[in-house]
C-alpha cells in the first residue's frame, strides 16, 4: 500500500479531530486507510526540536506524502527533509513568505496545501475582544515565541490595537509552566482581557488555558471551538475541520497521480465563532447581543 507520513508538531491527542476530518478527505478521494492506503504517525508532543529528525525519518520510509499537521513548524521541517517527496500542508501563515510556494495559484515545487484563516483574523478578533470588554484600555496576547509567526502576528496586533486606541502587552510562553506563569503576570497589567496566538501547542493546552482563565478571572479568547467547549469565553477562527477535511481530499489526489505544482493553495474560508455563555456570567461579562446573533453557537 502506498504510505502517506503525518508529521505533527504537537500530540495525537490533541489533533484527534483533525486527523479525523483529514481521513473523512481522504476517503472522499478514493483512499481508506487499511484498505488502499497506510498512514504512519510522526508526533513531536510539541517539541518541536525533534521535527527535524522525524521528517528526516518518514523520508527514509519513503512514503508516497508526508502531510504537515500542527502549522507551518512541522512543514517547514517537512520542506527541509525533501525536495522530491510531495507535501501537503495545513497552516494558517502566508506559504508564499515562508517560503513554502513561488505563488498560491501555482505552488511551482513537491509543496501544495490548505492556508487556513487564523493569523489574518488577529486584528478581527481584537476588535471583538473590545466589544466584548469596551472599558479595557489595553490588552494583552499570549505567543509561544518558538512559534515562526509570532513575531509577525505580535506586530500585526501592536498595529491593530493602536488603531483602536488600546494598548498591547506580549506575554510569551512555549511550555505548561510558563503558561501557569504567564496568566499570574497579566494581574499587574492591568489588562482587560488576554488574547491566545494561533499555535499547536496551545491547541493541545485548551482545557488548562481556559481552567486559568476562569481561575485569574480573565475574559480570555481564542480560535477553535475546543476551548470555548473547554470554559473559555469565546473561540473565534478559520474551521479546522474545513481546513483539515480538504488537506485529505488533496493529499488522495496526489495519491492518484497529480503533483503539488499543479494543485494551488487553496484558502480554507470558513469562520466560525463560540462563545461560552456560562463562561460570560461567571467572568460578568455582558455579550453584546450582535455577537450572540452572529455565534455559530452559543454554549451554556
Same mark, same amino acid.
Given at each position: ?13 490533541? =489533533? ?12 472522499e478521494a478514493g483512499y481508506v486507510? +487499511? ?26 520510509? @519513503? /512514503?508516497?506524502?508526508? /502531510? ?16 522530491? !517527496?510531495?507535501?501537503?500542508?495545513t497552516g494558517s501563515g502566508d506559504?508564499?513568505?515562508?517560503? =513554502? ?7 511551482? +515545487? ?5 492556508? $487556513? ?13 473590545? @466589544? ?9 496576547? *499570549?505567543? $509561544? ?18 488603531? *483602536?486606541? *488600546? ?35 496551545? $491547541? ?11 481561575? =485569574? ?5 481564542? @480560535? =477553535? ?6 470554559? +473559555? *469565553? ?19 489526489? #496526489? ?19 463560540? !462563545? ?10 455582558? #455579550?453584546p447581543p450582535t455577537l450572540l ?8
Open positions: 500500500l502506498p504510505v502517506v507520513g503525518i508529521l505533527g508538531s504537537a500530540s495525537s491527542e490533541a =489533533y484527534a479531530p483533525m486527523v479525523a476530518a483529514f481521513r473523512r478527505g481522504l476517503a486507510e +487499511g484498505r488502499n492506503v497506510a498512514i504512519e504517525f510522526r508526533w513531536a508532543d510539541n517539541h518541536y526540536d525533534r521535527l527535524p529528525a522525524l521528517a528526516a525519518d518518514l523520508v527514509r520510509r @519513503q /512514503v508516497a506524502v508526508i /502531510v504537515g499537521v500542527g502549522g507551518s513548524v512541522a512543514a517547514t521541517a517537512a520542506k527541509s527533509a525533501t525536495s522530491t !517527496i510531495p507535501i501537503v500542508f506559504p508564499v513568505k515562508l517560503g =513554502y510556494v513561488a505563488s498560491l495559484a501555482r505552488p511551482g +515545487g513537491n509543496l501544495t496545501g490548505i492556508a $487556513n484563516l487564523n493569523m489574518e483574523l488577529g486584528p478581527k478578533r481584537l476588535e471583538l475582544t473590545s @466589544q466584548l470588554v469596551p472599558t479595557a484600555k489595553s490588552i494583552a496576547v *499570549l505567543v $509561544n515565541p518558538a512559534n515562526f509567526n509570532a513575531e509577525a502576528l505580535t506586530i500585526e496586533l501592536r498595529t491593530a490595537a493602536q488603531t *483602536l486606541g *488600546l494598548q498591547l502587552h506580549v506575554l510569551r510562553a512555549s511550555n505548561e509552566q510558563e503558561i501557569d506563569q504567564a496568566f499570574a503576570a497579566f494581574a499587574p497589567l492591568r489588562a482587560g482581557a488576554l488574547l491566545i496566538g494561533p499555535d499547536s501547542f496551545f $491547541n493541545g493546552r485548551s482545557q488548562q488555558l481556559a481552567t486559568l482563565g476562569l481561575r =485569574y478571572a480573565i475574559p480570555t479568547i481564542y @480560535q =477553535y471551538r475546543e476551548f470555548a467547549a473547554a470554559g +473559555g *469565553l469565546m473561540s473565534y477562527g478559520g474551521s479546522v475541520t474545513q481546513a483539515y477535511h480538504l488537506t485529505g481530499v488533496y493529499t488522495g489526489r #496526489i495519491l492518484g497521480g497529480a503533483k503539488p505544482a499543479d494543485l494551488p493553495v487553496q484558502q480554507s474560508t470558513k469562520i466560525e465563532l463560540f !462563545i461560552n455563555l456560562k463562561t460570560a456570567q461567571a467572568l460578568g461579562v455582558t #455579550i446573533t452572529l455565534a455559530d453557537e452559543v454554549i451554556e
